[in-house]
């Protein structure tokens, strides 16, 4: 197990699924303890309702998330060099988050975490494969840094 660190950044291709769960996850998980974020690659989703249901079920609140690039964040006056660790939940995240800090010294790490969209055919099936991803995502925080 790993020491927490200060600053998170959690990121993913739309910054509508897995990084926001992520995010939320994380901050339900340990509070106050980091400060935690998460962008895409691309803004061009809103949150996902399946992302917002699955996640509502472990009492986790994305209703409000907005979506945000790595742009958009740098555009708020967040820097990417702010962050002691970078957490890329797809490969596409993880090539964009190695070129935006290869000038900086922090740690960028890989989280190969299950894209849930397009999963299934009905309603059920499809939440299923979202509560897959949450779960995957809830056990990878916990197993990493400890609680206490």
Partial sequence: MQALPQSILFCCDHNAVRSPMAEGIMKKLFGTRAYIQSVGVVNDLEIDGFAISACEEIGVELSRHRSRSFEELEEMGEA????DLIVALSPASQRAALDLTRFYHLTVEYWPIM?????????????????????QIRDRLLKTWDKT
Avoid: C, H, V, W
Wanted: charged content about 30%.
């Fill in 80 to 83: 990417l060099s702010g962050f």
């Fill in 115 to 135: 894209d849930p969209t397009g999963i299934g055919e009905s309603r059920e099936q499809k939440l299923n494969a979202y509560r897959q991803t949450r779960d």
